[in-house]
Structures are given as structure tokens and as C-alpha cells.
């Protein structure tokens, strides 16, 4: 079974505070990385895609993967109260699909 | 900004009755694909289409669902006997190349009540 693992939260951070984001998964064949960021009754929003091992960053934004651990993150710098939503890591292994975790809720207080 | 759209926002239909979910996906996609969300649960991959037929399908999408392309721009899912388990948040997304090497674009969902 295909398995991406999110902590559930919520995870709760002050404003300005960095917030850590963590995701696993069980494949090693997987090959690419995805952050979306989820509000309540939306659909699915792109922050981030992460394709090898390190560091990608994007504005406030920082993926990060390591694959020898089966593990990617996602750093938000200088957290704001719209950033509060959950956060879905999803991973494609193969063929088309990508495999979602549950999702991270993150609330950004002022 | 291209987007993909997807009609209706909310379908309420009884159970046993027939629905087609509707989708554009973005126009110069080659790849089309559908998901569920159960409320309060994970995104889950339903099908994926590419050159008018089905390239992966999920233990989910059993003989109840079907997909077609029925023109240049329409992507649709049929459920033809709707179950309670059913009601869910229905997306579907779209991307230019491979999964896996390019980005999945989700529209904004379409909510199904069975009731």
C-alpha cells in the first residue's frame, strides 16, 4: 500500500513565526513532490513541486527533500493568518496518480 | 490566467440516480484527471485519461463510473447509479505533459449530495 503520512495538527504558529511542515512516504520510486495548500470547502492550490534532493525555495516558501529518508517539508517563513489552511503533501510514484496525504492544518494567529 | 472549470458547483441528486460532472480542462492539456475528497478525508485518485482513453484507474473507479472527452474541450464523469458514499467533493485537474514531470492543475470542485 502506497502510503503518504501527514501529522494531522493543527499546528499552530504566531504571526511573523516560521511554520514546519512535515510529510513521509512509503515509496522509494517516487519521484516527484508536491505541496498544495487546501482552504476549507476549495479545491486543491499549487505552493510548491520539489523534483530532487535539497532545497527549492520560492518567496516565503522552502521545500525540502530527502529522499534516502522518505522525507519532504515544507518551511513558511513569516507566517501570515491567510496562510491558515491545511496543507496536503502529495507524492507521484508512478504511472498518473498523485497519492495525497490528509493534509496538515496550520493556524496562523495575530 | 488559464484555469480549469467545472459545472455544476453542487449537484443533489437521489440515490440510484444517474449524475454527469462536467470539466474544461486547460486548453493546450493533453492530460485529464479526476479525484474525490470524502468530507474531512484525503484527496483520492480516481482516473486519468490521456489520447481518449483511460491511462490509470483506482480500485474507487469501478463499472458505476465511466469518463468520456466528448468534444475538444468537455471532460465529464458519469456515475450511473449513485450510492450515499458517493456525496463527496469531485476535482478535476488537467496538465500539458506527463504526470510526474509537470504540474496538476485542479479546477474548483464540484460537491455531490446523494441523498
Known amino acids: 500500500q502506497k502510503e503518504v503520512e501527514q501529522n494531522s495538527g493543527p499546528l499552530s504558529v504566531p504571526e511573523g513565526a516560521i511554520a514546519s511542515l512535515n510529510c513521509t512516504y512509503s515509496?522509494?520510486?517516487?519521484?516527484?513532490f508536491f505541496w498544495y495548500r487546501q482552504y476549507s470547502g476549495k479545491s486543491p492550490e499549487l505552493i510548491m513541486s520539489?523534483?530532487?534532493?535539497g532545497d527549492k525555495e520560492d518567496g516565503r516558501f522552502t521545500a525540502q527533500l530527502n529522499k534516502a529518508s522518505q522525507y519532504v517539508s515544507l518551511l513558511i517563513r513569516d507566517s501570515q493568518p491567510s496562510d491558515s489552511a491545511t496543507y496536503l503533501c502529495a507524492v507521484h510514484q508512478a504511472g498518473t496518480a498523485l497519492i495525497f496525504g490528509k493534509g496538515t492544518t496550520l493556524s496562523v494567529s495575530s | 490566467e488559464p484555469e480549469v472549470t467545472q459545472t455544476p458547483s453542487h449537484q443533489v441528486t437521489q440515490m440510484g440516480q444517474e449524475v454527469i460532472l462536467r470539466c474544461v480542462p486547460i486548453?493546450?492539456?493533453?492530460?485529464f484527471y479526476w479525484y474525490r475528497q470524502i468530507l474531512g478525508q484525503k484527496v483520492e485518485f480516481l482516473v486519468s485519461?490521456?489520447?481518449?482513453?483511460?491511462?490509470?484507474k483506482s480500485e474507487i473507479f469501478d463499472d458505476q463510473f465511466s469518463v468520456e472527452r466528448p468534444d475538444g474541450s468537455n471532460f465529464t464523469l458519469k456515475i450511473r447509479s449513485t450510492k450515499l458514499e458517493d456525496s463527496a467533493m469531485y476535482f478535476c485537474?488537467?496538465?500539458?505533459?506527463?504526470?510526474?514531470?509537470?504540474?496538476?492543475?485542479f479546477g474548483p470542485g464540484t460537491r455531490l449530495t446523494v441523498l
Open positions: 485537474a488537467s496538465t500539458k505533459g506527463l504526470a510526474g514531470e509537470d504540474t496538476q492543475y
Open positions: 515509496d522509494r520510486g517516487s519521484q516527484s
Open positions: 520539489i523534483y530532487s534532493n
Open positions: 485519461f490521456y489520447n481518449n482513453e483511460i491511462s490509470e
Open positions: 486548453s493546450n492539456h493533453l492530460y
